[in-house]
């Protein structure tokens, strides 16, 4: 059963710094990884999407960086902006009986104070 | 283009209750799936249709259905609810067959509360 563990589970930064969040999966047969952002209330906004054969996708002040032989994927925001705050979340797509199937992790919350 | 578009965006009922959530995907997809979201259990699949069949089905209990029309618009039903059904519940589409390599859009949601 995949599980996908996201570290850390809260983070508190000024703005301006760049950061690095963390995602984990156990089960490294997977199709894709996708980032989304969701801010309090609302739907998820799809970020990135890594594909299982790349190692690493950008937009704009965002780069993550997949490594699907440790099950490890990084989001590195550029910068960041009180814009920014918002809760990240990392999802797994399998295959086999999970085609069609995302797995979360439980997200970080991400606050950029003035 | 137009986005997912889920209805209706806030949702009481009471306990006992049965509800209908709808789903529009975005036009061309035709792979919809439903997703509960709660603080205490995170993200949590709730079953993928494609061409109005269901091709996957999470963990949950068979008084939670849905189902999928011609147009790929889907609808899910929640029978007898309970307190622990308060979730916001999300929709996703994506193109579906042989789009491994593509993502899902999610739509806005809608916000059930159940009392």
């Known amino acids: 059963k995949q599980e996908v563990t996201q570290i850390p589970a809260a983070l508190s930064v000024p703005e301006g710094e760049n950061l690095v969040l963390n995602c984990s999966f156990t089960d490294s047969a997977i199709y894709n990884l996708q980032w989304f952002r969701q801010d309090p209330g609302k739907g998820l906004t799809s970020l990135l999407l890594i594909q299982s054969s790349q190692r690493e996708q950008t937009s704009g002040r965002l780069n993550a960086s997949l490594d699907k032989s440790s099950g490890r994927s990084t989001l590195y925001i550029a910068a960041s902006q009180p814009g920014d705050s918002a809760t990240y979340l990392c999802?797994?797509?399998?295959?086999?009986?999970?085609?069609?199937?995302?797995?979360f992790g439980q997200g970080t919350i991400l606050t950029v104070h003035p | 283009k137009a986005g997912v578009t889920q209805t209706p965006r806030y949702l009481i009922k009471t306990r006992g209750q049965q509800v209908t959530l709808s789903c529009s995907p975005i036009s061309g997809h035709r792979s919809v799936s439903w997703y509960q979201q709660t603080p205490g259990q995170g993200l949590q699949f709730l079953f993928e249709y494609f061409s109005e069949t269901q091709r996957n089905k999470g963990n949950f209990p068979g008084r939670f259905s849905g189902r999928q029309f011609s147009n790929s618009r889907s609808e899910m039903n929640v029978s007898t609810l309970e307190l622990g059904d308060s979730a916001l519940y999300l929709c996703?589409?994506?193109?579906?067959?042989?789009?491994?390599?593509?993502?899902?859009?999610f739509g806005s949601g809608t916000r059930l509360t159940v009392v």
């Open positions: 999802a797994v797509r399998g295959g086999g009986t999970s085609y069609g199937k995302l797995t």
């Open positions: 996703a589409s994506s193109l579906g067959l042989g789009d491994r390599d593509y993502g899902y859009t």
